[in-house]
């Protein structure tokens, strides 16, 4: 069953998804979808994915979009490792910390309205950036507040939802320069998080076309 994923290389949902495949050990076809080019509002790509997002996976004649749902799928149809616990409490307060990014911060900082803010009204770049700068660090101090010292990671012993979801947003932190001093047990999960194969090979600049 060949894997087919429709993505952006600094695209931070495309970016989940790699490292959810890479940590499932699944093989799959990368497509390229230049956003800047504007090939996911293209007739063909839209025939596939009506909201013209990335990323989407293509599985035989199942399509799947948006990265949680992806996700979700993934964690349903491969079962090691797991991504969510399967205790309920445990799930909730997990899904809650992926949600702080994937529902909170990224929706208001992701491409298509930072162009909005920036060429339908006019805001200068500086401008856009502390937006995004506001509500990155709005969401990491109360991720910050939740991270367990004693864990290495947010999910806690393993990577699960919630750093899937953090590492891209780190990423995308220092894209626009985010102070992350006052964040020290994120910048550590990122770090141990970004020394492990899964996660290094989905980074952007281990995709980004030449």
Not at 57 to 83: C, M
Not at 103 to 129: C, F, M, T, W
Request: proline share 7%; aromatic share 8%; charged share 20%.
């Amino acid at each position: 069953m060949t894997l087919r994923l429709y993505d952006y290389w600094r695209s931070s949902a495309a970016y989940r998804v790699r490292i959810a495949l890479n940590l499932k050990g699944l093989s799959y076809q990368r497509v390229p979808v230049s956003l800047i080019d504007g090939a996911q509002q293209t007739a063909d790509y839209k025939a596939k994915n009506p909201q013209g997002f990335v990323p989407m996976l293509e599985v035989g004649d199942l399509r799947l979009t948006q990265s949680l749902a992806i996700i979700d799928w993934l964690d349903a149809t491969y079962a090691e490792p797991r991504f969510l616990p399967a205790d309920p409490a445990a799930r909730a307060q997990e899904l809650a910390k992926a949600l702080v990014i994937a529902a909170d911060i990224h929706p208001i900082n992701n491409l298509r309205i930072l162009k909005y803010l920036r060429h339908e009204l006019g805001q200068s770049q500086d401008a856009v950036d502390t937006w995004a700068r506001h509500w990155i660090s709005e969401g990491f101090a109360a991720l910050e507040a939740l991270a367990d010292a004693d864990q290495p990671f947010l999910s806690g012993a393993a990577p699960g939802l919630a750093d899937i979801c953090l590492i891209p947003q780190m990423a995308n932190a220092r894209r626009v320069d985010t102070p992350l001093d006052a964040f020290p047990k994120l910048v550590a999960i990122d770090a141990r998080a970004c020394a492990l194969p899964a996660f290094a090979a989905a980074h952007p600049d281990a995709v980004k076309p030449d």
